[in-house]
């Protein structure tokens, strides 16, 4: 018989839109299910620290439709030390906590999967990033809620860009992955789209423009933040020289991107994998994250789910498609 009986939820590393939702389904079905559930807030940090609050059906009302985490996040250096963990583990032992459910992306995860093989407490994780960096689930929580945030906001871009005919260079999250320059590039037919995992190089850009269509002086170039040209601003520079008739802005859209209302698409996706999280670990599941694959859940481990490697999105198929499409 499964001996779970009081877990705790946490948020941890970027808030992204739709952590609240992810919140309010992990309380609601541990409440479902007859179990206590504790909130701890800053992330790692509020672990060690042994900073939870006990959550009821109320705490978690009015909150799916508001961004950022009501639990607060943070980055913590000391739990990536064995004595940051081991404080961490005790601190659940000391607060009877039998199941840990955390929010968050690669950095989270990383460090969920040391802890999950050092002690022995189920852990279960949420994908909670932007980024959708993560392998083991088509979407990650917030990814849908950034890329249209970039799409309004490019959308208002290119009024300018195309009144006073310039080229905008436009710099979007995701410090190791392309994904929301990709979706959110295509979205908004941008011309060229620069991502660490296609290489394009400023001189591919150059070579672009250069074979591009000439009756077009209005352009959107996508940059991802991780991207090796080393930022927008630095390819506006060689772009300057390179072009001197281009009339050339550069605009960094910061963390907008990760604010704001979530969209329903992250609502119901946080509101599945919170309940999924409940139920994945009342059957056993532990070390690792709960995704969704062609609309099925699917747990994956966490030490597969770092790796990135069913990014299958940036895959020629869809490099080729922007080529295409920027005719
Ligand atoms: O949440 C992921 C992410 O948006 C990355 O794409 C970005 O590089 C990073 O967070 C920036 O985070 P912060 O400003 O919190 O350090």
């Not at 030490?303 to 198929?317: F, G, R, T």
Request: hydrophobic share 40%; glycine share 12%.
């Amino acid at each position: 018989m499964n001996k779970i009986k009081n877990i705790a939820v946490l948020t941890s590393g970027g808030d992204a839109p739709g952590m609240n939702a992810a919140i309010r389904a992990v309380v609601r079905a541990g409440i479902f299910y007859d179990l206590n559930v504790f909130g701890v807030y800053r992330g790692y940090e509020g672990l060690i620290n042994g900073d939870f609050l006990p959550m009821e059906r109320k705490s978690v009302a009015n909150i799916i439709q508001r961004g950022g985490t009501i639990l607060k996040t943070a980055r913590s250096d000391e739990f990536r030390t064995p004595e940051g963990r081991r404080k961490a583990y005790e601190q659940l032992k000391t607060h009877h906590i039998d199941a840990l459910v955390v929010i968050g992306g690669d950095g989270t995860f990383t460090g969920a999967n040391l802890f999950s093989s050092e002690f022995d407490i189920p852990v279960i994780g949420l994908p909670g990033t932007i980024d959708n960096d993560l392998a083991g689930t088509d979407f990650t929580i917030g990814y849908d809620t950034a890329i249209n945030t970039v799409v309004n906001a490019i959308d208002k871009i290119r009024d300018t860009a195309e009144s006073h005919d310039r080229l905008f260079i436009v710099e979007v999250m995701g410090r190791d992955s392309g994904l929301i320059a990709l979706r959110s590039g295509i979205g908004v037919g941008a011309e060229a789209i620069m991502i660490p995992e296609a290489n394009m190089g400023v001189q591919g850009l150059i070579n672009r423009l250069e074979y591009g269509r000439k009756d077009k002086a209005s352009k959107i170039i996508i940059v991802a933040e991780g991207d090796d040209a080393g930022g927008a601003f630095n390819v506006g520079e060689v772009l300057k020289d390179k072009f001197p008739n281009y009339d050339i802005r550069v605009s960094v859209l910061g963390h907008i991107q990760r604010g704001g209302k979530p969209s329903c698409m992250d609502r119901v996706l946080a509101s599945r994998f919170g309940v999924s999280a409940v139920e994945g670990l009342l059957n056993g599941e532990s070390g690792k994250m709960v995704g969704q694959i062609n609309k099925e859940i699917v747990y994956t481990p966490f030490d597969h789910a770092i790796k990135h490697i069913d990014a299958e999105e940036v895959s020629p198929v869809w490099l080729k498609l922007v080529e295409i499409l920027s005719l």
